[in-house]
Nanobody
Framework: VQLQASGGGFVQAGGSLRLSCAAS????????VGWFRQALGKEREFVAA????????TYADAVKGRFTISKNNVKNTMDLKMDSLKPEDTAVYYC??????????????????WGQGTLVTVSS
C-alpha cells in the first residue's frame, strides 16, 4: 500500500487548509487512517484518526475544535480540514493507515503504512 498526502502549503495564522490522503494498491476498507505531524526538532505527534468504516473520530487536544477528519467517498481519500491555523501548527503532516484499537489511535506504532508527508507552514 502506498499513501499520498497532499494539500500542504503556506497560510497566514487564522487561515485554513485541507489535506488529503489517498491510497494506491488497496483501499482503506477495514483500516483506520491517522494524521500525524512532526515539527522541526520535535517528535512526531498524533493529530487525528478515523476508521474508514465510520464511527467516532479522535483528535489531539491541541487541534480539537479546529481540525476535522472526514472521509471523501467521491475521491476515496481521508481528508483533514484545518481551520483557525496557528503558527504552532507548522509541521510536516503525515497520513498513515493501520488497524489500531480504540486505545492506540494515537500510537504511531499501530499504523502499518505511511505517506511521504506534506509541509504546512503557518505564518504569524
Amino acid at each position: 500500500v502506498q499513501l499520498q498526502a497532499s494539500g500542504g502549503g503556506f497560510v497566514q495564522a487564522g487561515g485554513s487548509l485541507r489535506l488529503s490522503c489517498a491510497a494506491s494498491g488497496r483501499t482503506f476498507s477495514g483500516y483506520a487512517v491517522g494524521w500525524f505531524r512532526q515539527a522541526l526538532g520535535k517528535e512526531r505527534e498524533f493529530v487525528a484518526a478515523l476508521r474508514w468504516s465510520g464511527g467516532s473520530s479522535t483528535y489531539a487536544d491541541a487541534v480539537k475544535g479546529r481540525f476535522t477528519i472526514s472521509k471523501n467517498n467521491v475521491k476515496n481519500t481521508m481528508d483533514l480540514k484545518m481551520d483557525s491555523l496557528k503558527p504552532e501548527d507548522t509541521a510536516v503532516y503525515y497520513c498513515a493507515t493501520g488497524r489500531p484499537i480504540a486505545s492506540t489511535y494515537s500510537d504511531p506504532r499501530a499504523y502499518y503504512y505511511w505517506g511521504q508527508g506534506t509541509l504546512v507552514t503557518v505564518s504569524s
